[in-house]
């Protein structure tokens, strides 16, 4: 795990000082929930911008190609480790190392108010009429294995499986390894990810309304309308994990998660999908061309999960 580049990274610091990071995860597949072990966090911005209100954060959780901006106080002189905190361990990817020297001049005091940002709201205010309708798009994401593949995962055998040349065994109840808290932060399911390719294994996004899937589904907006996409992950499927689903060339808000409104929005273009979970989109369909929607994991991309829609000049 690298923090620009580096397994090693240490970033210098002075005592009182009050650093702005901004966080890209960058990794291929791997989500992250990161920390700064010791420091008091504030969440200030996400993918395109600023949030409404800022928050005290102990953590934040973000999946591949999601953005997060925090500010962080670093009150005393000592070493504060960048962590990747999950479930079951925490991974220390770095280090800030704060001098006993006081910083010149300290933002100590501004950091301690939870500031609103009224520009945010202003840029979100004419689409709350919107967050209330219904859904113009429901989307499903699941996946499929060819018959080769489920005999060889053994799908539907109580317990049978076969011997990999390490020693190990694959094949029986593939859903045991469903992430128990819709995440998949280690790889649980490890012959998913080494022995099929794309003739074996389709990543599916599926129109609920059409039956399409990935590149068949082919929507058309206009410049100006809102749209709303509700989009529910399969706990059902084989390979039940999460997915950050991207919208290309548009900006969108997450209105509601399994039902309940979010009281802190931030525009955003990509989302993290959890097993199990339904969010709601409203998308500001404002810029026109030809664009996709897909699953940011490059492995899931490759295999299907991606589609396409367009958004039209109105004339």
Known sequence: MLINGENNYTLQAKKGEVIRFYITNSANTRPFNFTI??????????????????QWVDAVTLGPSERAIIEV???????YAFQNKTPDKTYEIGIIAVSEDSVASSYADSFAVLKTHNEAIKSIDPFRAYFSKESDKKIKLSIE???????MMGVGSAGGGHMMADGTMMGGNMME?????GI????SMQMMSVIPDTSMVKWKISDQASGKENMDIDWKFKVGDKVKIRITNDPKSMHPMQHPIHIHGQRFLVVKRNGIQNQNLVWKDTVLVQNGDTVELLVDMDNPGDWVIHCHIPEHMEAGMMSQFKVLNRI
Do not use: R
């Open 177 to 181: 390894a469903e992430p128990k808290d």
């Open 145 to 151: 294995l060819n018959g080769d593949m489920q005999k």
């Open 184 to 187: 998949e932060w280690e790889n």
């Open 73 to 79: 106080l670093f009150e005393k002189a000592g070493s």
């Open 37 to 54: 072990a010791g420091a008091k966090m504030k969440l200030v911005g996400g993918d395109s911008g600023a949030y409404e209100k800022d």
